[in-house]
């Protein structure tokens, strides 16, 4: 099911930091062929049909354990290896057939989906990605046929989103061997993992200097030295295991360094970079589930003689929520299938699918508990235990936080093939390597070549039922584009330490894609020959509240550029940080 010849393409999202977008990457949408339809509906109806039955997730919450049944039915179905070739033990899925099985587990147990995610979303990913097919032919037919679990260990106690700043180290011994020493902090799947992706920092002599730089390492459970901390007893997901895992001076061959010696910060980023496009498709299944679960609900009671689904602020709710999941599965499945097309850069579009995706579910959440009212907040429902398992999408895989300032500093960025116009090497090639430690270097060319885009027609192809949409989209686009440059030009270099300005940036990029993959999307769909009329009209609607809603988000961060308080926000905190806290009683004042 691997996609045999692809075709490279730039980021969309980067493009639309320039005001550009290029039709030909963006419509038509990239639709599933009729063999991933064939084939994705099988492996669906296998995977809904087993959770259904297998699932116990209110006593799995309860126990905080996958019983082994799960795991031994879960490893039958092939779930442990979908994007392994068929020659190593796996399924062989694209990016698109995976995101969507990934959505089916999720749609019904988080636990269970972090577990699977966390083994193969990043756990032996960088194995995938970057190890030698001696390395592959080893170890991944234990690992996609569940046989060995797998654990991917890069946050440490002092060093989450900041990886950089891990403390682990291997040191060379000479000998073709190397001695890891450190510990990592809540690495989920730590005591049950066989094989961990472990990173740690390595000396290297650059320049007639020693310097330190990340390395790669497969570590196995059996080696000596390698222990683990106590469970963690977690607010959700509790089913999945997390714990701490702990080095002691553990010999590892150099035959297990995956990759380059000295290349691991990147190999973590891809690894991570792919991990979050699964964890926006598993919200996509989380919120399909909530919303049956409300619509269920709205149908069925009844307030003043009529169903409350009747009612107008109810109405507004299941609306949204719907539109919500429109949105979130249209950026997923933009992103995946022009992955499988050639999409070689596409860490912008994942951090959209990984910020957009995890909100949207959270607010989905609420709704649906909020539709439920007191049947919401009581254990023996289970919205409760949906709400604890989604809060943690926020916060795992990159914070929703460092995800935007990494969004809008790495979309402030000039492509690699318009740096050399710059000079300045070196400075160019640091910015390139770590957006988020050098953009000053970037600002003269981009007050150029922003200016140039201002004022094209974008894209064309939409439906004539999306027109006034797609006018809407093409002008919010240019007026983020003069607004990418205004701010350039008031901060250069300092914009690394303005994360206000920073965020609003991040969400009019995030809402600009929602609206072109939307609009793309709906136009496929309105364009099809195999849709009936009744489900035309309702993806219209839907795409109609979900660009409504992204406009609006856009619209007001376009305003608070050059309107709003950051002066003020600061100076308040501030203020609360001298007090510890509020700092006041109502007594006194």
Known sequence: MMSEEKQMMDSIVGDLFFGEVKEENVFPFPGFTEEQQDFGREMVNAVSKFCEDALDCEKMDEESVIPDEVMKGLAELGLFGMGVNEDLGGLGLDYTLYSRVFAEVAAFDGAVATMIGAHQSIGYRALLNEGTEEQKAKWLPQLATGEKLASFCLTEPGSGSDAYSIKTKAVDNGDGTYTLTGQKLWITNAGTAEFYSVFAKTDHEIDGETKEKISCFIVEKGMEGVSFGEKEKKMGIRASETRAVYFDKVIVPKENIIGELGKGFKIAMNVLNSG??????????????????????????????????????????????????????????????????????????????????????????????????????????????????????????????????????????????????????????????????????????????????????????????????????????????????????????????????????????????????????????????????????????????????????????????????????KATSDMVCDNDGYGLDIINF
């Open 276 to 569: 979050r496009l699964s964890l926006g498709a598993g919200c996509v299944g989380g919120m399909k589930t909530l919303l049956k679960m409300a619509t269920e609900h709205a149908k069925g009671r009844k307030q003043f003689g009529a169903p409350i689904a009747e009612f107008g602020l109810i109405q507004d709710k299941l609306a949204l929520m719907a539109a919500r999941i429109y949105a979130t599965e249209s950026i997923v499945y933009m992103t995946t299938g022009n992955m499988c097309k050639g999409l070689k850069d596409y860490y912008l579009e994942t951090a959209v699918c990984k910020v957009y995706g995890s909100e949207a579910l959270w607010e989905v959440c609420d709704q649906a508990m909020q539709i439920a009212a007191g049947n919401g907040y009581m254990k023996e429902y289970p919205y409760e235990r949906y709400m604890r398992d989604s809060r943690i999408n926020m916060i795992f895989e990159g914070t929703n936080e460092i995800l935007r300032i990494f969004l809008a500093l790495s979309g402030i960025r000039n492509p690699s093939e318009s740096m050399k116009e710059l000079g300045k090497a070196a400075d160019v090639s640091k910015a390139l390597q770590d957006p988020i430690k050098s953009v000053g270097v970037l600002t003269n060319f981009a007050r150029g070549r922003f200016s140039k885009m201002i004022g094209q027609r974008l894209i064309t192809k939409q439906h004539e039922k999306l027109d006034k949409e797609a006018g809407k989209f093409n002008s919010l686009l240019g007026q983020f584009a003069i607004q990418v440059e205004n701010t350039l030009m008031k901060y250069g270099k300092n914009i690394i330490g303005n994360e206000l300005p920073q965020k609003r940036i991040a969400e009019m990029a995030m809402n600009l894609y929602v609206m072109l993959a939307v609009i793309s999307r709906t136009t496929s769909i309105l364009n099809s020959e195999k849709v009936d009329q009744a489900k035309k009209d309702y993806c219209l609607n839907l795409a109609r509240v979900a660009l409504k809603d992204a406009r609006a988000v856009v619209v007001t961060n376009l305003k608070s550029m050059t309107n709003h308080d950051d002066k003020i926000v």
